[in-house]
């Protein structure tokens, strides 16, 4: 783990020996100071040479300039250092998590992910910065302080590094109660998040029962937690700060004391009276450091740890090695034997067998659940079949790699999923970096020109998220000009319509009859008039494909199918009388 951790250092060595040596010397300088003062006390005042004082005075200068300079080094590209490999893993990550079949999606919650992505490689990043640096630093500081102070005088040394444990366990506790705090705060904050979603997503609801004091009350109270459990960290941190800065005090006082008594005794100089008390700050700075990586360290590795599992989970579907890349499929698509379970518990479709020659439009119809949407789903090979085959024009669909395949099929669903961005751009999807004219063909095509052109911005229009709301009708003929541009020989219709109002479905039925004209059509359908022209039509059952024949022979054969279109028929007629 630490091996692989280590290996993101690798592209950025030259950053991080920067940064590194950078650190140490500063460290080194700051480590020499005290001695400084203490030679220039003991040495230089009593020669009084003026001369001498100012030239090292010009001396000292230069160099808390370098240590100045280093300083900005270390704090700017060690962090730098951090948030290069924080950037490198979030962008492997994200890699990784496009490669991934479509089981992963199903089985991983999509809050999940976000927060690997985001949160997670925060900790790591400022770990990957500070853990290793501040850490042998630390050490250094501590380690060489001690052997100066040892050197100078042993007894006053032993003194101060004496106390040092205590100071040690008391800023190793705070950070504790302080980190129990500052959680106790974050779980509270998101109470109050949970209450303003809810209050606000369910407004609509909470005004029609005129319930606004009510959800103001509740408000309130989650508000009240969150302030008291802020209130505790603010105390708790205040106590720590003034305990720690007392002890440090004290720490100064103990050593000021006995410093002052060996000194009467002739033991100690004045010029080493004052550098061990700047020597004392000296040590207390590692602890502090190192209690700050006690918290870093599980928060850095943890998120580490799940950012591995997730990175080191294979995508489960994969091209074999020898997997030919199909540039033209004519659309002759086979089921042979289809067996296919999305978990061992529930097996979905068993010995499903049918095929479909080029450029036929083939109709599924039957009970919600059958496995519709999923033999339709097999073809682009998002899910592996468990046992059987799937060929199209004869070659297995696991013998060609999936881009390839995935190329040659367009698939439009009930729900059409735009992205943030233009009228253009979301058409553009279909086929990226297609020419403008393209762009506007497939546009005419789906006979989205004339509502475009109204548009205050036309092809520039804003969608999505924080632009126009395009109806039901309107995001369906983008999912048409989308495949369109796309052009795929095998075209899947699922349920494309059945979320429209039966007029704006008559309007754009008319679209994806031209759509699917030369092309392999599988259209699954919810209201029988829409597949009134399909060469084929197959009744799917939770028990597999039971009825197959072309509209009128099913209608006339008095199965399932002859009673959905009586149904279906009859309604139609009610409605009709109606108007
Ligand atoms: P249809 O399209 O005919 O309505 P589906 O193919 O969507 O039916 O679903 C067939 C069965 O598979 C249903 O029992 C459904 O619950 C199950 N199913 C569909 N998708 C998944 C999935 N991603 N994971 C697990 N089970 C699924
Ligand atoms: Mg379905």
């Not at 009350?217 to 960290?233: P, V």
Request: aromatic share 10%.
């Amino acid at each position: 783990m630490y091996r692989k951790f280590f290996s993101y250092y690798k592209p950025h060595k030259r950053l991080f020996v920067i940064d590194f040596s950078s650190a140490i010397i500063v460290a080194v300088l700051e480590l020499f100071f005290p001695l400084a003062v203490q030679w220039f006390i003991d040495k230089l005042l009593p020669t009084g040479d003026w001369g001498m004082i100012v030239q090292v005075s010009v001396l000292l200068l230069l160099v808390y300039a370098l240590s100045t300079l280093l300083n900005f080094i270390v704090n700017y590209l060690g962090h730098k250092l951090g948030i290069n490999i924080e950037t490198d893993m979030r962008e492997e990550l994200f890699t990784h998590v496009q490669r991934q079949s479509f089981r992963f999606f199903d089985n991983t919650k999509t809050g999940h992910i976000m927060s690997r992505i985001t949160n997670d490689l925060f900790d790591i990043g400022e770990f990957a910065h500070h853990g290793p640096e501040d850490l042998f630093i630390a050490i250094m500081t501590f380690i060489g302080a001690f052997a100066i102070m040892f050197n100078v005088n042993p007894t006053l040394a032993l003194i101060a590094v004496g106390m040092v444990p205590f100071l040690a366990w008391l800023v190793t506790f705070s950070n504790i109660k302080m980190n129990n705090a500052w959680k106790t705060m974050y779980g509270k904050i998101a109470d109050v998040n949970g209450r303003v979603e809810d209050s606000v997503s369910g407004v609509r609801v909470v005004k029609s029962f005129t319930n606004e004091a009510f959800e103001i009350e509740r408000f309130q109270e989650q508000n009240g937690f969150f302030r008291s459990a802020k209130l505790y960290a603010y105390k708790i941190m205040a106590g720590t700060h003034s305990s720690i800065y007392m002890m440090t005090r004290l720490l100064t006082l103990v050593v000021l004391v006995v410093g002052a008594w060996l000194s009467f005794n002739g033991k100690l100089s004045y010029g080493e009276l004052v550098s061990f008390v700047l020597y004392t700050n000296v040590l207390i700075k590692p602890i502090d450091k190192i209690s700050a990586l006690l918290e870093l360290y599980p928060k850095g590795m943890a998120g580490f740890k799940r950012f591995r599992e997730l990175v080191e989970q294979a995508p489960e579907i994969q091209d074999r090695p020898n997997a030919q890349v199909v540039s033209h499929l004519n659309g002759d698509i086979a089921f042979h034997q289809v067996d296919f379970h999305y978990d061992t518990s529930k097996t979905v479709l068993e010995d499903i067998s049918f095929d479909v020659r080029a450029g036929q439009t083939i109709a599924f119809v039957g009970p919600s659940g059958a496995g519709k949407t999923t033999i339709c789903s097999l073809i682009p090979r998002f899910y592996e079949v468990s046992s059987g085959a799937i060929t199209i024009d004869g070659i297995d669909v696991r013998d060609m790699t999936q881009a390839s395949l995935r190329d040659q099929i367009g698939i439009v669903q009930q729900d059409v999923f735009l992205f943030t961005g233009t009228i253009r751009e979301n058409i553009a999807y279909g086929k990226l970096g297609a020419s403008e004219e393209a762009i506007r063909e497939a546009a005419k095509k789906a006979h989205l020109e004339a509502f475009i052109a109204e548009l205050p911005d036309g092809y520039d229009t804003q969608i999505g998220e924080r632009g126009l709301k395009l109806s039901g009708g309107q995001k369906q003929r983008l999912a048409i000009a989308r495949m369109f541009l796309k052009n795929p020989p095998i075209l899947i219709l699922d349920e494309a319509t059945s979320a429209l109002d039966t007029e704006t479905e008559m309007i754009i039925q008319q679209s994806l009859t031209e759509l699917a004209e030369n092309r392999t059509t599988l259209v699954i359908a919810h209201r029988l008039a829409t597949i009134r022209n399909a060469d084929r039509v197959l009744v799917v059952t939770p028990n597999g494909i039971e009825e197959d024949g072309t509209y009128d022979e099913l209608v006339a054969q008095n199965g399932i199918f002859a009673k959905l279109h009586h149904i279906q028929f009859r309604k139609g007629q009610a409605a009709q009388e109606y108007v």
